[in-house]
């Protein structure tokens, strides 16, 4: 079945770097682009990063641009998240999902479990 | 502060119809299409209604979207214990560097 599973999450310290990752299966991955979405303890969700499906095109939210690096390796079947110079309120559960796109829309589907990342020292 | 605004919080009792709102603007909302998601307790969001009120394979007929102008609602039928969740409505932004927007999600109490 399609499924997205996220790694690399844990405690960090603030200014230090850690890196995440997504691996894909039971799709096409080459074909999607994909997101990162993350979720503050207690908040509402916020879209972090964007990557287009030949990983060509990367788009990211103000809040994390020139820290944050999306990438992904299409052989692999998997996206990643590079994440520099921490603060404590990147503090979040961050989820990849797959973009669904169609002529009338586009949706997130499915979206993984989530790994938590602490930014705490 | 979410771009899509969403009562907090809504309630009701089992088989009760209630009605979630989402309320965003001509960039968004009001020129494309809105998905509801709906986040049970301690798991990741999961997709309920894409399109304005397409449902996905096994989601219920319980739930139901609409879209009106620059507002959507999600609305839930026949109530059940196991809709108690959180549910966040989004749709895609025209504006510059902003995608998919979200709202600030309601949590559904069933009494």
């Known amino acids: 079945q399609v499924q997205l599973v996220e790694s690399g999450g844990g405690v960090v310290q603030p200014g230090r770097s850690l890196s995440l990752s997504c691996a894909a299966s039971?799709?096409?991955?080459?074909?999607?682009?994909m997101y990162w979405v993350r979720q503050a303890p207690g908040k509402g969700l916020e879209w972090v990063a964007i990557?287009?499906?030949?990983?060509?095109?990367?788009y990211y939210a103000d809040s994390v641009r020139g820290r944050f690096t999306i990438s992904r390796d299409n052989s692999k079947n998997t996206l990643y998240m590079q994440m520099n110079s921490l603060r404590r309120e990147d503090t979040a559960v961050y989820y990849c999902?797959?973009?669904?796109?169609?002529?009338?829309?586009?949706?997130?589907?499915?979206w993984g479990q989530g790994t938590l990342v602490t930014v705490s020292s | 502060q979410s771009v899509l605004t969403q009562p907090p919080s809504a309630s009701g009792t089992p088989g009760q119809r209630v009605t979630i709102s989402c309320s965003g603007s001509?960039?968004?909302?009001?020129?494309?299409?809105v998905n509801w998601y709906q986040q049970l307790p301690g798991t990741a969001p999961k997709l309920l209604i894409h399109r304005n009120n397409q449902r996905p394979s096994g989601v219920p007929d319980r739930f139901s979207g609409s879209k009106s102008g620059t507002s959507a609602s999600l609305a839930i039928s026949g109530l059940q214990s196991e809709d108690e969740a959180d549910y966040y409505c989004a749709a895609w932004d025209d504006s510059l560097n902003a995608h998919v927007v979200f709202g600030g999600g309601t949590k559904l109490t069933v009494l």
């Open positions: 990557i287009s499906y030949d990983g060509s095109d990367k």
């Open positions: 999902a797959r973009e669904v796109v169609t002529a009338m829309g586009s949706w997130l589907d499915p």
């Open positions: 001509s960039s968004n909302i009001g020129s494309n299409t």
């Open positions: 039971g799709f096409s991955f080459s074909n999607y682009a």
